[in-house]
């Protein structure tokens, strides 16, 4: 602190180093808690995009594998496609499903998914379900569609989780 | 800017620091508002599920109680079903939110045609 009462000693004081102003405290304090909460807001807008993604992507593939199973055949893996073939007709009947082909599904993963398992629940009957990984997965999803299954209504459930 | 003689032109405008500052945290405190909407395809499962009850009553031509009955089965109580502009399946609630609608014509057992419209409520 300056306590002289010498003009020539005190503007020498004065001209160096910096010297601070309240309001310039203020505004300095103010910029960098802008300047906080703007990186704490950017961490968390690109949190909340990798898990809109990872939500998304598991989503997406659920939904496909259930699509398929209602619409197509496959021979090689009946998880993706157990419906009927007409022969007379030579083409699948779409959402008409054979009991027996769905019963044959293989295990299915693909790029971090894999299908944990598939329910067929027919009214007034108990839910059957068929097992296809013992892997466990905090992060799953059912997908359920309606179809015939050996011409018997039934709510199909597919559950997919994200591999960890 | 400067002119030929060195000195500033009477034209434009030059910010100073301070208004420098103010406007980058401004600009960055608005970047903070906006926060990125969640994406989600459940839309997507709602038609195909909705196309999948009138793929099956299709395949077999429904009465109104297997009608009410499949619609409660897979959409709950969110579920209106329409036949011939008629409401045979209502919905509870259906004042809010968005709905998704599915509409075919399914020849019955006279061989008539029915219209179907079915619609799904929801947030």
């Known amino acids: 602190m300056n306590t002289t009462n010498n003009p020539g000693k005190k503007k020498a004081l004065n001209s160096r180093g910096i010297i601070f102003s309240i309001d310039a405290v ?18 968390n807008y690109g949190n909340a995009i990798a898990q809109n993604t990872e939500d998304f992507f598991l989503e997406e593939k659920t939904l496909a594998v259930a699509d398929s199973l209602v619409k197509n055949n496959n021979p090689e893996n009946y998880l993706l496609g157990a419906c009927i073939v007409d022969a007379e007709k030579k083409r699948v009947r779409g959402s008409e499903l054979s009991g ?24 007034g009957k108990p839910k059957q379900q068929i097992n296809l990984s013992e892997k466990v997965s905090e992060k799953c999803l059912s997908a359920k569609r309606f179809a015939l299954v050996d011409n018997e209504k039934a709510i199909i459930e597919i559950e997919g989780c994200v591999d960890e | 800017m400067n002119n030929a003689d060195g000195e500033r032109s009477e034209r434009g405008f030059v910010f100073s620091l301070e208004a420098v500052v103010a406007l980058l945290l401004f600009g960055m ?73 599915s509409e075919g014509i399914i020849i019955d057992d006279l061989l008539q045609e029915k219209k179907f419209l079915v619609t799904v409520y929801f947030d």
Do not use: C
């Not at chain 2, 009138?54 to 329409?82: M, N, Q």
């Open chain 2, 29 to 101: 405190l608005l970047l903070t508002t906006a926060q990125p909407k969640p994406v989600s395809i459940k839309e997507l499962l709602i038609l195909q599920q909705e196309n999948d009850l009138l793929k099956v009553w299709s395949a077999h031509y429904p009465s109104e109680g297997e009608i009410i009955a499949d619609t409660r089965l897979l959409f709950g109580g969110t579920a209106e079903v329409k036949v011939d502009g008629k409401v045979v399946a209502g919905a509870q609630g259906n004042g809010k939110g968005k709905a998704i609608s």
């Open chain 1, 100 to 123: 027996a082909l769905l019963a044959q599904a293989k295990p299915f993963a693909l790029e971090g998914f894999f299908v944990k398992s598939v329910s067929i629940a027919r009214a």
């Open chain 1, 26 to 43: 203020v505004a300095f304090t103010l910029m960098l808690l802008g300047m906080l909460v703007f990186a704490i807001t950017l961490a």
